[in-house]
């Protein structure tokens, strides 16, 4: 390349240049009127990675110039000039992309208005200087003291980033002591003493004042009771929907992992003290020594805090040794754990799992660790009442978790045994008042009962309160005089076609629960005209299912639809008597009869679940080897106006003992969409006359005149069919 080219090359990037500077006031200058496509925002996200490039070549600049006399005038002069106009051309590129960033939310507004500033000087600093050196040909001493004026707006630049990225004052903080934190104490408040400290720890950095990220600020309790754009950071009492601890538990490979990956991480002891916080509710007044000793919140404190002498923690004595490694061994298996309570305590606890996989030996085979086990967990397991005798082998029992468990109370007094009971778990039972009072009695070490969704009369445990006013009595939600609204019925079912035998079955979770259901469409169920399941419900065909839930103090469930399509008899052929479009040929006529029900097209999958026809209409011929006394026939069609798809305009049936001696018995007009809409299975039952038949024929005819609302009218309508159903 000649002199005159690379010349030209240069005007060309100098022309380039300045239209960058000149888009870059523009968009400083008129910022709040841009919004950006999300390709734009896609380019910010490299503004961090090609920030490097400006900072290098202009810290190099100051060199090519110390390098003048070894490299002589002219090489020194093409050198610098080099760099300068890649120094120019990065620094511009770099705050384009870094306005692109701004656009996304989370930023402390002043501080990137002064990085936006600064970065801007940068990208004019060089600019010029790069003018005044190509064009008007200053010294090479100016050209010198130009270099290091922009490595000194490089570095203002640099450090507002860092300010929004790491805080304010972040080069500062080097030289400034670390905040002491003073060490907990039981009489301490758990928040301000252990919690506050591990979220100014390892979250502040990235939610403060000057950087929200997540449009979430930690840099005092009122601003984080506030949340983010994702919600609020913790739910009382619940660890699974708390969003700080959901973030922590993710991969740290993942996005979403919080702190981020590079971050100094939660340890897991940071971890346990935040859940055992949340989960007894996160108060922000409760002292330290308030909390349950169960909760080892006393010792998590002081190991994190490296201060053990300054709580005293008080050890359990137990009047049993620990078990054996062999016994130990003996008595774990894949459904059943059994494990220490604490690493220097000899008492044992036995959690059950999976309820399809519980064997009684199992828990007889507890009987080697008889003296240690100190609780034991059966919740969901199909314990029965006859097996309540097992539990009188362990003497040391504290803790017994029978919720949800098959027993109806008639063998609670064999429970009597175990006098060392301080928490019995029987929520989601069958027991009785007269069965558990005798118990109550009995139990004079008891401290927690556990007796929600039991049918237990709120009137008998308001007695106990008083009777026994040392026992906590958990009783799940109290109605009071806010109603609250009861969750739906739940759908049993998996699949939506039902064969002969098959029915419709709902459940509910909390005992006591009506589900009022209708099958006329033209109605909604409520709480005193509708019908009331007392167990599967069978439809006759084609049917939607509408239910509610109603419990008295609450108030009454949102209604469900849901909708079956019932099947008696399944054809053992389908022919085809006209041709489906090629792009829509699905499985060929055995779609008609798959039991699969039509789902919505993907892009770049074929859908083989609609069969489709445009040209010609949709006719299908059925045949038996035996004749059916078939009562009618169910159609499935699909309604997506906006897509030229619609009803047939009339469906047919002929019937007959062969395929040439048919006759029509049957004809119906579907309902017509009268707006344009979207995707929408529908379906229609077609009653025949009374006969045994082993063929009949389906003839589904397309509209021929499209509504008014339909904008192109060029092309035939579609008709789609999923299903041709005999009931």
């Known amino acids: 390349m000649n002199k005159e080219q690379l010349s030209s090359w240069y005007s060309i990037l100098l022309s380039g240049l300045i239209f960058l500077h000149a888009l870059l006031l523009f968009l400083l200058f008129w910022q709040d009127q841009v919004n950006l496509p999300w390709a734009f925002q896609l380019f910010g996200r490299f503004h961090p990675l090609i920030l490097h490039l400006p900072i290098g070549l202009g810290v190099l600049l100051p060199f090519v110039h110390l390098l003048r006399r070894p490299l002589g005038e002219h090489a020194f002069y093409l050198s610098f000039r080099f760099v300068l106009y890649l120094t120019a051309f990065s620094a511009a590129i770099t705050a384009l992309f ?8 989370g930023f402390e507004p002043e501080l990137l208005v002064f990085h936006q500033w600064a970065g801007l000087a940068v990208a004019w600093m060089y600019l010029l200087l790069l003018i005044l050196f190509d064009r008007l040909l200053v010294n090479p001493f100016q050209a010198f003291i130009g270099s290091m004026l ?7 630049a640099g450090h507002g980033g860092a300010n929004i990225t790491h805080g304010e004052n972040y080069l500062m903080e080097l030289w400034q002591p670390e905040k002491e934190v003073k060490a907990p104490t039981e009489e301490s408040v758990l928040f301000e003493g252990a919690i506050q400290p591990i979220l100014e720890k390892k979250c502040v950095s990235c939610h403060n004042d000057q950087k929200t990220k997540g449009q979430l ?3 005092s309790v009122a601003k984080m009771l506030q949340g983010g754009k994702h919600g609020d950071l913790w739910k009382a009492g619940d660890v699974s929907k708390s969003l700080f601890l959901q973030r922590a538990h993710l991969p740290l490979e993942h996005k979403e992992h919080m702190p981020p990956k590079g971050k100094s991480q939660l340890t897991p002891d940071e971890i346990l003290l935040l859940e055992a916080w949340v989960k007894e509710g996160a108060s922000l007044d409760k002292k330290i020594k308030a909390y349950p000793p169960a909760l080892q919140i006393s010792k998590l404190v002081a190991r994190l805090f490296a201060i053990p002498a300054s709580i005293e923690i008080p050890k359990r004595e137990y009047p049993f040794s620990a078990a054996s490694e062999s016994d130990l061994q003996a008595v774990n298996s894949p459904f059943c754990s059994v494990y220490p309570m604490s690493s220097d305590a000899p008492a044992l606890q036995a959690d059950f799992y999976v309820a399809k996989r519980f064997e009684l030996k199992t828990l007889e085979n507890l009987s080697k660790v008889a003296d240690q086990l100190v609780g034991i967990n059966l919740a969901k397991m199909p314990i029965k ?13 504290e803790k017994l978790n029978l919720n949800f468990t098959e027993i109806s109370g008639a063998n609670l007094k064999a429970l009597m045994s175990n006098k060392k009971l301080v928490s019995l778990s029987l929520s989601g039972t069958k027991i009785t008042a007269n069965q558990l009072q005798p118990l109550i009695v009995q139990l004079p070490l008891l401290k927690e009962v556990f007796i929600w969704n039991t049918g237990i009369a709120s009137e008998q445990i308001a007695s106990w309160k008083k009777t026994f006013p040392k026992i906590r009595w958990e009783e799940g939600f109290v109605p009071s005089d806010e109603k609250l609204m009861i969750n739906p019925p739940i759908l049993v079912n998996e699949n939506f076609f039902l064969g002969p035998q098959d029915k419709v079955v709902f459940k509910h979770t909390i005992q006591g629960t009506s589900i009022h259901y209708t099958l006329d469409k033209e109605k909604e169920p ?9 167990g599967p419900i069978d439809i006759p065909a084609f049917t939607v299912v509408k239910t509610l839930a109603t419990k008295p103090g609450w108030l009454a469930s949102k209604v469900v639809k849901n909708t079956f399509y019932k099947y008696h008899f399944v054809p053992d052929s389908v022919y085809l008597l006209t041709q489906a479009e090629a792009k829509w040929q699905a499985k060929g006529a055995s779609t008609l009869k798959d039991l699969i029900q039509g789902k919505r097209d993907t892009r770049g999958l074929a859908n083989d679940t609609w069969i489709g026809f445009q040209q010609q209409d949709a006719d299908a011929l059925f045949e038996f080897k035996q004749a059916k006394a078939v ?12 897509s030229n798809i619609f009803p047939p305009l009339e469906i047919e049936i002929w019937v007959g003992n062969s395929a040439k001696t048919l006759k029509k018995v049957a004809s119906v007009k579907p309902e017509q969409p009268a707006e344009n809409g979207g995707y929408s299975p529908q379906a229609i039952n077609i009653p025949l006359p009374s006969g045994n038949f082993t063929h009949y024929r389906m003839l589904a005819k397309r509209i021929k005149r499209f509504p008014a609302y339909v904008k192109d009218k060029a092309n035939p309508a579609i008709i789609k069919l999923d299903e041709v159903l005999f009931y």
């Open 98 to 105: 870094g306005f692109f960033l701004s656009q996304e939310a």
């Open 150 to 156: 922009g490595v000194l707006l490089l570095s203002l």
């Open 217 to 219: 600020n930690m840099s």
């Open 385 to 397: 009442d006859e097996n309540l005798s097992l539990l009188a082998q362990f003497p040391n029992l």
């Open 526 to 534: 409520d709480s005193l005209g509708t019908l009331i399941t007392q």
């Open 631 to 642: 009562k009618g026939m169910t159609v499935s069609y699909l309604r997506k106006q906006d």
